[in-house]
């Protein structure tokens, strides 16, 4: 069965940097897209940055220029590099998995940005 397992949150101040990393494991082999989503106190779960097998990545308008996703050469994890956070960046942050077979989502990483 498919497993997402993210790391890489903390607390950091505002203007610095994380990177998040999500293992993908179970079957793969339907992967059709890897996508970062975060979720603040109170808001709807929002898109963050996504990147299909065609190799089409978009960003959601606050993040560009300051977060990038890849993924390794195995494919079997993604990461989201984040530059130049803020404090409204401050919220769990979620990796997904759309597939041929379903959609999954990891536990959540809890990122958060002092001022």
């Known amino acids: 069965q498919v497993q997402l397992v993210e790391s890489g949150g903390g607390l950091v101040q505002s203007g610095g940097s994380l990177r998040l990393s999500c293992v993908v494991s179970g079957s793969i082999f339907g992967i059709r897209r890897l996508g970062w989503y975060r979720q603040a106190p109170g808001k709807q779960r929002e898109l963050v940055a996504f990147d299909t097998t065609g190799g089409n990545i978009n960003y959601a308008d606050s993040v560009k220029g300051r977060f990038t996703i890849s993924r390794d050469n195995g494919k079997n994890t993604v990461y989201l590099q984040m530059n130049s956070l803020k404090p409204e960046a401050t919220a769990v942050y979620y990796c997904?998995?759309?597939?041929?077979?379903?959609?999954?989502w990891g536990q959540g990483t809890q990122v958060t940005v002092s001022s």
């Open positions: 997904n998995v759309a597939s041929v077979g379903g959609t999954y």
